[in-house]
């Protein structure tokens, strides 16, 4: 299992760790199944770049993955709130001010997750662009049964999954209606 964000930012001041070695990893669980539909658009580049910053300790993010939910906007992407109508929109202006936070604080954006089209549902499904798969190994061994996806829930399940595989320490989401507390809940 992946360490959580206090620790690894711990391992990194201590240098046991670096952002580099900590951005790799989670790049390479987001690129693996168990990431399946989670993101929409990978930036392994924009990671990379902010995790080799030499500025890493001063800032309390600074290197570490965070996952964006495809709601928010980020300069030079094209926010398409997980629908394909708005797929040849012109790219975002200006980063939205949670994004601004977030890349201050020296967090490295992993990537643009999926979510529920235009946030209209709270079970986590997305016609278009595929479902991400929620696994629960535990539960799976406990009854004997393969390994089977499970619903995300939440609008913002691109983003719970991005967290709980452990490709992203934080994924930005948004709650109107438990778009957040619905994955985190189940």
Known sequence: MKA????????????TLT???AAEDGLAVAQSPACQHAF???????LQHTASQPQVGQRPLAGLAVSIKDLFDVQ??????????LKNQPPAQADCLAVARLKAAGAGLIGR?????????GVGT???HGTPAAWDGLYDRAVGAPG?????????SGAAVSVATGAAFI??????GGSIRVPAAL
Do not use: K, Y
């Open 4 to 15: 959580d964000l206090i620790a690894t930012r711990q391992a990194i001041r201590a240098r």
């Open 19 to 21: 952002t580099q070695a």
């Open 40 to 46: 929409m658009q990978l930036t392994p580049e924009a």
């Open 76 to 85: 030079g992407q094209i926010t398409q709130a997980g629908s394909i109508v």
């Open 113 to 121: 997750t999926n979510m529920v089209e235009f946030a209209f549902s």
């Open 126 to 128: 997305n016609p278009h």
């Open 148 to 156: 089977q996806p499970h619903a995300p829930g939440g609008s913002s």
């Open 171 to 176: 994924g930005l989401g948004s709650d109107t």
